[in-house]
């Protein structure tokens, strides 16, 4: 199996640390609000990756974590008048439940910043020993990043152009040595949360946050650290620094990054407020549409977003899941008895497409094609099932559907969900059916919601409606 490292520039073989087992750490988001869909790029493609090692036998140890102390959670705790803790709960569990329902695995460990504080302090202490980090006036402590030599070989950046670019933007009030070093530990300000240590009252940098819990939960050197591509530069390269040089060893052998999710060809991002939420698109299609459509592309490559490429998506994806129900339905009235001959060949057939996919995704997990794959499987599939098929055949053939879907993250036997859209559109025809007097399909409208779980409830505000 070959993955694209950052560190080489180069497609390499995976050989993990040690047999039959995987540890990858993925940098998880900062909870300061709803997660926008360019955030679960990331969550989306590493859960594949995980999916497809778990598939070819691995003990994957998969660990992402939430960062929920940052300036941006206590400027938004400020300004709602609540708790910093209270805005990072919220949108943790928030963001779990947008996780779900794109289908990404939980974790094996999801740790939050803020409760491996200790271990922060213990990593900082022993940098500040070994000479690499130093304490300012200010009580702030500093990485002193000229001292590990190898800075700069992840983002292939040298210290001498990182300088020259910075050297004009010194920010008043700053004490450090040089201008690329960075912070590992900073004093609070009025009203900030904080923890006590040794240097001030205060709490960490970013990046030392995820080289502590890498540590804490995968150890010294782990397999696979992954995360967007703007999370190269510094802040993966910091992290290397920090941890190799805390530790003595190699961080993380394999460093995976996705490509951004655009829109009109830039990067989707809060700040420049060109996003839409998961939560938003969940009103109108069912995420696994949006997780179809994020493995359409290599995980690499820019991908545009636009309502063209997910309703593609979404027709793909029912092309699919269309042919799984077929297969079902032919099940349920589909002889017994063993394979004929034909049956036997037609699987072995079957087995190309499954080849395909695996050789797809065996080369730096490129699920464009794996997708290409699972179509053509699908094609295969309508041609050659019917209600002369034993149930054997018809089985064997929705098992190697279903098995390349379920490494995809897409699950084929899923009841589709009833949409916030859907629901609007057929109340708003109920009223118009009401003002026009038809209450026979009114009625008939009601009757259908409910059916489909919906109540409804006529208030003088208007009709208001919940899942039962
Ligand atoms: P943040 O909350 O900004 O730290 O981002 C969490 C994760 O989402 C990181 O791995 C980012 O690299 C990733 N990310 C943020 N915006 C995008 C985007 N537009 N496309 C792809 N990945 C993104
Ligand atoms: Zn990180």
Redesign the pocket.
């Known amino acids: 199996m070959k993955i694209y490292n950052t560190l080489s520039r180069q497609k390499e073989e995976f050989i993990p640390l040690k047999e039959g087992k995987v540890s990858m750490y993925?940098?998880?988001?900062?909870?300061y609000n709803l997660?926008?869909?360019?955030?679960?790029?990331?969550?989306i493609v590493f859960d594949t990756v995980r999916r497809y090692l778990e598939y070819k036998g691995y003990e994957v140890n998969y660990v992402s974590n939430f960062?929920d102390v940052d300036d941006k959670i206590i400027k938004k705790a400020q300004e709602e008048g609540i708790s910093a803790q209270e805005v990072s709960k919220r949108y943790i569990e928030e963001c779990q439940k947008d996780m779900a329902a794109l289908h990404v695995k939980e974790a094996t460990s999801h740790p939050l910043a803020t409760e491996e504080i200790g271990g922060m302090l213990e990593m900082i202490g022993t940098l500040i020993e070994k000479g690499y980090a130093y304490q300012a006036e200010d009580g702030t402590v500093y990485f002193r990043t000229r001292r590990f030599s190898e800075y700069g070989k992840l983002s292939h950046k040298n210290l001498d152009d990182l300088q020259a670019g910075h050297r004009e933007i010194q920010v008043t009030g700053e004490q450090k040595e040089e201008t690329f070093d960075f912070v590992l530990w900073k004093p609070k300000k009025e009203g900030e949360p904080y923890w006590e240590s040794p240097w001030c009252q205060g709490r960490p940098g970013w990046h030392i946050e995820c080289s502590v819990m890498a540590r804490k939960y995968l150890g010294d050197t782990i397999d696979i650290h992954?995360?967007?591509?703007?999370?190269i530069f510094p802040h993966h390269e910091n992290e290397i620094a920090q941890s190799e040089a805390a530790n003595g060893k190699a961080f993380a052998k394999y460093w995976m990054?996705?490509?951004?999710?655009?829109i009109d060809n830039k990067?989707?991002?809060?700040s420049l407020g060109n996003?839409f939420t998961v939560r938003e698109i969940s009103q109108e299609y069912d995420l696994q549409v949006l997780r179809f459509f994020m493995l359409s592309a290599h995980y690499r490559s820019p991908?545009n977003f636009s309502r063209d490429l997910m309703e593609a998506a979404a027709s793909g994806l029912t092309r699919i899941l269309t042919a799984a129900e077929n297969i079902r339905h032919l099940q349920e009235s589909a002889s017994e008895g063993e394979l004929t001959k034909e049956e036997r060949s037609l699987l072995e057939e079957c087995g190309r497409f499954v080849k395909k996919f695996e050789e797809a995704m065996e080369d730096d997990f490129n699920t464009a094609d794996g997708v290409s794959a699972v179509f053509e499987l699908v094609k295969f599939l309508n041609i050659h099932t019917s209600g002369e098929c034993t149930k054997t055949f018809l089985e064997s053939c929705y098992e190697r559907l279903e098995t390349l879907c379920n490494i995809l993250g897409i699950v084929i036997d899923k009841e589709p969900e009833v949409l916030d859209q859907e629901v609007e559109a057929l109340i708003a025809e109920r009223q118009a059916a009401r003002k026009e007097k038809n209450f026979a399909r009114a009625d008939e409208i009601r009757d259908t919601l409910l059916n489909m779980g919906i109540v409804l409830e006529d208030t003088r505000e208007g009709v208001k409606w919940k899942r039962a």
Request: aromatic residues 6%.
């Open positions: 993925v940098c998880g988001p900062t909870v997660i926008h869909i360019g955030n679960a790029r990331p969550m960062t992954a995360g967007g591509e703007d999370l990054h996705n490509g951004f999710l655009n990067k989707m991002s809060k996003f991908l």
